[in-house]
């Protein structure tokens, strides 16, 4: 019964998580009894083709789980699945095109600090106008009676053997790639590191030290990786073994950079414009940097440690 179990982790795909191992069992008890009552029916083994006639009959997975969603009041539960859907779509369409014309607005000009400074207020202004206009037609939809067929067609057969996965943690990626994007920006100079603080008629520079420069390029490849790779996970829902294999060699990588910049006598170099207490206020600077460093390494230690379950869970199924 393969293709019935296939059919089964793809309904279970879709269901809400709260309870989704509970409905995808008593789904899967229902649709093997009924399965062996055809064969019972038939007298004779049933082969894949009647396998995927039977489950032709039940309708796409998509649509079989719509039935086991709460009911909705502006917009029912025969479409509101088909809505959560068309939002998910649009709204990564919508974020993937503003970013992308930011993108060409800084190579074009040259100013990727003023290409980049209001992309979140045009990305959530476009989010609302399309989000009401889809809400819109799906609302007139529902009180006309319109049914889509998105799903009608399609075939059992082609339905792909579940591998082995892990489900990901949404909140703790969505977290890693708004950190990752601010970190990479501040790295390669769109957000500045250098500042100036007044001190009465003083003023202070704070810049890092040239050690950084030979990190410029691991750095940024670890950081693009980190969020090309969490993005990707965001979309698709499940760790499987190579996307965690390559989180976990970049959770090493990270571990690897701070220490490096662990062991710099001076992370960062304070001037001054005037005369201030100058070796007082550089010791105080290393000593509160070589803390926020150890954070941030205890920190993505944790992380590692997390996905180093996973990958051990995984390995475990495996076997």
């Not at 019964?1 to 795909?13: K, T």
């Not at 939002?87 to 800084?106: N, T, Y």
């Not at 980190?226 to 390559?246: D, E, F, K, N, Q």
């Not at 662990?262 to 600077?285: C, G, N, T, W």
Request: proline share 3%; charged share 20%.
């Amino acid at each position: 019964m393969q293709l019935i179990d296939n059919y089964l982790a793809a309904v279970a795909g879709y269901l809400p998580k709260r309870n989704r191992r509970d409905i995808a069992a008593e789904l899967k008890s229902t649709l093997y009894d009924q399965f062996e009552d055809k064969s019972a029916s038939l007298q004779r083994e049933l082969t894949a083709d009647d396998e995927a006639e039977f489950l032709k009959g039940l309708g796409h997975p998509f649509k079989v789980a719509a039935q086991y969603l709460p009911q909705q009041y502006l917009i029912g539960p025969g479409l509101f699945h088909y809505y959560l859907y068309a939002l998910r779509m649009i709204g990564l369409i919508v974020v993937g095109i503003h970013v992308a014309l930011s993108v060409v607005l800084g190579v074009a000009t040259g100013d990727w600090l003023s290409s980049f400074a209001d992309l979140v207020s045009r990305v959530l202004t476009s989010l609302f106008v399309v989000a009401g206009a889809a809400t819109i037609v799906f609302a007139v939809m529902e009180r006309t009676g319109r049914q889509l067929d998105w799903f009608d067609k399609w075939d059992p057969s082609r339905l792909k053997t579940q591998t082995l996965s892990q489900p990901v943690d949404r909140g703790s990626l969505i977290a890693d790639v708004i950190a990752d994007i601010i970190l990479f920006l501040w790295w390669i100079g769109i957000i500045s590191f250098e500042r100036w603080l007044e001190m009465g008629n003083n003023q202070l520079s704070i810049t890092m030290s040239p050690e950084f420069g030979t990190l410029f390029w691991p750095v940024s490849l670890i950081l693009a990786c980190s969020i090309v790779l969490h993005l990707a996970m965001l979309a698709y829902g499940r760790w499987r073994a190579l996307p965690i294999t390559i989180e976990l060699v970049l959770g090493g990588a990270a571990i690897a950079v701070l220490g490096y910049i662990m062991q710099m006598d001076h992370p960062i170099r304070l001037e001054f414009s005037a005369d201030l207490p100058a070796e007082k206020l550089q010791y105080v600077a290393d000593r509160s940097m070589q803390v926020f460093f150890y954070f941030v390494a205890a920190m993505v230690a944790i992380d590692l440690f997390k996905h180093v379950r996973i990958a051990y869970r995984l390995a475990r199924s495996a076997a």
